[in-house]
């Protein structure tokens, strides 16, 4: 099969025909429609992330059909349609996996990252780390539900029922959570980057009661923030501009260090907290509420050949929405 493979972080992905996978017990074999790419794919890719497998086959938000089962594998027929997310593999076993907290788990595997994901023909997947994809959707539109979708989700679950809900980083998680957090009731305060006024613009379509960059103040204080940018000189500004006993979210994977700042902006009961990986249970909710709002995703599609295009330009800030690739 055809896959795009990392052999070394920081250099461009290599087109490259390798033997088809082969489901071990548990596992199917998926035939890829559509795999989104995440902004966590450029961290391992631009070598931001320690000790990614070697050579590796990024990509960990999949949709695909079963094509192949191995040993026991019974959850899905061949056909069914199924979405792989970043959570790969747990053990079952270890104090956070007992405690409802898989995500955190020890021994966890990460597709993409830890075993080969999406960007090829096709891969295998632990069938209990699979998720059934709602009708709804087409394959390019419910790939970045996987990650985008399923973290952005987590990420407002730690918002508590936070009424007025600040974003920093208006990208493809963004938004997809901005439509549930209005869904839910919640106002969305969008800020961006200086003069970014297409993502700006972007935002306020997708229902946002205010924009601005991500220096200013929103013209009331917000229960809670969710900060999507790798940025971290993004947690002081986001803890100035929550209330007394507000939430500061960092959602992603990596972030740029914080800077030192003044103990009175976490002082009156803010925190800041981060978000790690997801559970199954997160994406079975996810996907239930997802067709109901219903969530609608912007998706630019890419040949899989062209993924080193997709990656610069996520890079470089100019996707709106989500980059998806699609195999030939
Ligand atoms: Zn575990
Ligand atoms: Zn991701």
Redesign the pocket.
Known sequence: MRALVLNCPREPLRASAVPNPKPGPGEVLIRIRACAVCRTDLHIIDGELPGPKLPLVPGHEIIGVVAEKGQDAERFKIGDRVGVPWLGW?????N??RTGR?NL???ARFTGYSVNGGYAEFTVADQRFCFPIPEAYSDAEAAPLLCAGLIGYRSLLKTGEAKRLGIYGFGAAAHIITQVARFQGREVYAFTRQGDSEGQQFAKSLGAVWVGSSAALPPEQLDAAIIFAPVGGLVPLALKAVAKGGFVVCGGIHMSDLPAFPYELLWQERSVCSVANLTRRDGEEFFAVAPRVPVRTTVHTFPLTEVNEALHRLRSGRIEGAAVLIPA
């Open positions: 747990t053990c079952g076993v270890c956070y996996c898989e788990c020890d021994q």
